[in-house]
C-alpha cells in the first residue's frame, strides 16, 4: 500500500487508515487486536481513534477504545513506532466528558493526558478537535436553515480559536502531541485556523477529517479544494454511509447488532428514501460492471484527486479485508461515468 504526506507535516501514512469506533461495544478487546495486527500486515500504518469511543457513545464505554489500542501498544511495545496514532478530543454536548463542556485551554491539557494514559503512549502523532464548539453544517444539518451563521459572535469564537491554537502549541513543545488535526470542521474552519497559527506562529492545522462518500458529497469541490491548495491532508470518514453502501440495509433489512439497530447520538439520518434509491442505482452499476457494492463505494473514494487517507472501519475481520482489497480495485472511465450518472441522480441523498 501507498504511503502519502500528511498535509505540511513530516508523517507518511498509508493511503488507507484504520479507524477504531466500533471497539468496545461492537468489537471486543481480543477482536480489535486481530484488525490492528492485520491491518499492519496490510500495509496499514494510520490508526485513528478518540477519546469519546465507542460508538454509539455512552458513559460506560467512553475511552474504552483508546484503552483497547493502548493495551495492544503495552503488550507490543517495540511496535509503536510502526504507525502513526490520532486521537480526537470531544467537543461540546457530551455530559460524561467535562460536563459536556467546549473545547478549551484547560480541556486540551486534561483530554490529552487521559488520553495519553489511556493509549500507553508518550506522545500523539496527530491530535484533532472533534468538532467546533460553534454549531456546524454537519451531521445531517448542511440543510438550509438547520444552521444559522449570523447566530455565531465571530470575534468571541477567533478568540476561542486562538486559545484552542496555544494550549496545543503548549502540549507540543511538551513533546506529548506531534502534530494537529480537524474534524467536522468547515473550509472556515481550516483557514481561520491557518491564519491564525500564521499570524501568532502557532502550529499549523495538517488535516482535517469530514464524512464523505457517494451518499454524502458536500465537501466536494469546495472543501477539498481547500485543503488540497493550503496543504491539508483531507481523510474521509464513513465513506461507506454507516454501513449503507455495503447493500445491507436494502429492502428495509436491518440486522441484527448493525448500526441502525443502535440508539445513535444524531439519529439514524442516513436512513431516507433518496438514500436507498441512491444505493440500488450503485448496486445496478456495480453489478453491470462485476464489482461488489463495497468495491465500487470504497474504491471510488480512495482514488477521488484530492483524499490523503480514507477512514476505514468494520465489525468483522471479512469486512476489513474486503474494504483493504477494495483498495486494489480499478475503476475504469465507462464505471466513473456510470457512476457519474447516479450522482448527478442523487447529489445529496441525506
Not at 483508546?66 to 496514532?85: M, P, Q
Request: aromatic share 8%.
Amino acid at each position: 500500500m501507498k504511503t502519502v504526506k500528511l498535509g505540511s507535516s513530516d508523517l507518511q501514512v498509508s493511503e488507507v487508515c484504520l479507524g477504531s469506533m466500533t471497539w468496545g461495544n461492537q468489537n471486543t478487546q481480543d477482536e480489535a487486536f486481530a484488525q490492528i495486527d492485520y491491518a499492519l500486515e496490510r500495509g496499514i500504518n494510520f490508526i485513528d481513534t478518540a477519546e469519546m469511543y465507542a460508538v454509539p457513545p455512552s458513559k460506560e464505554t467512553s475511552g474504552l477504545t483508546e484503552t483497547y489500542i493502548g493495551n495492544w501498544i503495552a503488550t507490543n511495545k517495540s511496535r509503536r513506532d510502526e504507525f502513526v496514532l490520532a486521537t480526537k478530543i470531544a467537543g461540546v454536548g457530551i455530559p460524561w466528558i467535562r460536563d459536556g463542556g467546549k473545547i478549551d485551554g484547560d480541556a486540551i491539557r486534561q483530554a490529552v493526558d487521559g488520553s495519553l494514559r489511556r493509549l500507553q503512549t508518550d506522545y500523539i502523532d496527530l491530535y484533532q478537535l472533534h468538532w467546533p464548539n460553534r454549531m456546524s453544517p454537519h451531521f445531517s444539518k448542511h440543510w438550509p436553515g438547520q444552521v444559522d451563521p449570523t447566530d455565531t459572535d465571530i470575534e468571541q469564537e477567533r478568540a476561542g480559536l486562538l486559545e484552542i491554537l496555544q494550549a496545543l502549541d503548549e502540549m507540543m513543545q511538551a513533546g506529548k502531541i506531534r502534530h494537529i488535526g480537524l474534524s467536522d470542521d468547515t473550509p472556515w474552519g481550516i483557514s481561520e485556523y491557518l491564519r491564525l497559527a500564521e499570524l501568532h506562529d502557532l502550529p499549523k492545522m495538517v488535516s482535517i477529517q469530514n464524512e464523505f462518500s457517494l451518499l454524502h458529497l458536500k465537501d466536494w469541490p469546495y472543501l477539498i479544494e481547500n485543503c488540497v491548495f493550503n496543504d491539508v491532508a483531507y481523510l474521509p470518514w464513513s465513506p461507506l454511509a454507516g454501513g449503507a453502501l455495503s447493500g445491507k440495509y436494502a429492502n428495509g433489512a436491518k440486522p441484527a447488532g448493525c448500526r441502525w439497530t443502535m440508539q445513535q447520538r444524531n439519529g439514524i439520518f442516513r436512513d431516507t428514501a433518496h438514500s436507498h434509491e441512491a444505493i440500488a442505482a450503485y448496486k445496478e452499476v456495480a453489478d453491470q460492471h462485476d464489482l461488489s457494492l463495497v468495491q465500487l463505494s470504497l474504491a471510488w473514494v480512495y482514488q477521488l484527486a484530492g483524499v490523503t487517507s480514507t477512514i476505514i472501519g468494520a465489525t468483522s475481520m471479512e469486512q476489513l479485508a474486503e474494504d483493504l482489497d477494495a483498495y486494489s480495485v480499478a475503476l475504469s472511465a465507462e464505471v466513473l461515468a456510470d457512476i457519474d450518472g447516479v450522482i448527478k441522480r442523487f447529489p445529496q441523498p441525506f
